[in-house]
């Protein structure tokens, strides 16, 4: 049995606030040490359950945060940027039977620990088929495509309750309980880590290969804080104006959407302006 471990930052335990997750401050310095402990309590698990094989995907930022020395020996790390399907990268090989969104956090425009959905601001909604979306919604969907179930969740709790709604039968941890976008009542690493591990020995009985789901065609929306934003994402082959601050683009797979997702974001986070946004 082989897992893979798509690891997001903002979920973590802990972690409230910008500068917790922002490569090169004192407080990211700090926080990934408690990311590393969730992440590498996840990876216990499933290997208590059974796994053969763990490989942790680098999911946040500079995609590369977590720190390799303090992770099981057993495990491997794929880290780095430009990566195909960047935040579940890994799952298009045919081997993986079972995925965890660990360190997950909800989407652009809801509530939420540090709620965005790849741009930390600048994108004010997202919305797959009519649906608001957050990552694990989008990432949920590319991983179907490729047979393989999402078998656990971590994050807040409101990242717990979206994960409902696109992974229902998943085990879910909350690391801490939302008050605000900046503030969270959190549990302690110790606690954290004994429950996450339980959990995903738990969810290592869930990674069953499934066939195929071809959920296509997918029309992604994208509203954003601006208007010239919604301009720079023209550029993107595809994507139109729905709206003065709205942008949309259909695929026929989620392998396509989520790297159209990736070019429009990229080009709108080169659109950004220091001062004005």
């Not at 495990?75 to 993986?96: A, F, W």
């Not at 690493?189 to 969810?203: N, S």
């Amino acid at each position: 049995m082989k897992i893979l471990i798509s690891a997001d930052m903002e979920g973590a335990t802990g972690v409230t606030w910008p500068a917790d997750v922002l490569p090169g401050t004192p407080q990211w310095e700090r926080c990934r040490g408690l990311f590393t402990s969730d992440v590498n309590a996840a990876a216990l698990g499933f290997f208590d359950g059974g796994a053969d094989d763990v490989l942790i995907n680098e999911a946040h930022w500079s995609m590369r945060n977590l720190l390799l020395e303090r992770l099981d020996e057993r495990v491997e790390m794929l880290t780095g940027r430009h990566k195909s399907l960047s935040m579940v990268e890994g799952v298009q090989h045919g081997d993986v039977d079972g995925v965890a969104f660990v360190g997950y956090h909800t989407g652009a425009g809801t509530e939420g620990v540090l709620a965005h959905t790849y741009l930390a601001n600048s994108i004010t909604g997202v919305w797959l088929n009519g649906t608001r979306a957050s990552e694990g919604l989008l990432n949920a969907h590319v991983v179907a495509e490729y047979g393989v179930p999402v078998v656990l969740v971590t994050g807040d709790d409101l990242t717990c309750a979206d994960a409902e709604g696109y992974a229902p039968g998943a085990q879910k941890v909350a690391v801490k309980d939302h008050v605000s976008r900046y503030a969270a009542v959190c549990r302690t690493p110790a606690r954290t880590a004994a429950d996450i591990r339980a959990a995903a020995k738990v969810a290592a009985g869930l990674a069953v290969r499934q066939d195929p789901v071809q959920g296509g065609p997918f029309t992604v929306e994208l509203e954003f804080d601006a208007e010239h934003l919604a301009m720079a994402a023209t550029v993107v082959p595809g994507a139109e104006r729905t709206g003065e601050r709205r942008v949309a683009y259909t695929s026929g797979t989620m392998y396509d959407g989520i790297r159209t997702f990736k070019a429009v974001t990229t080009i709108v986070s080169a659109a950004v302006e220091e001062q004005y946004g």
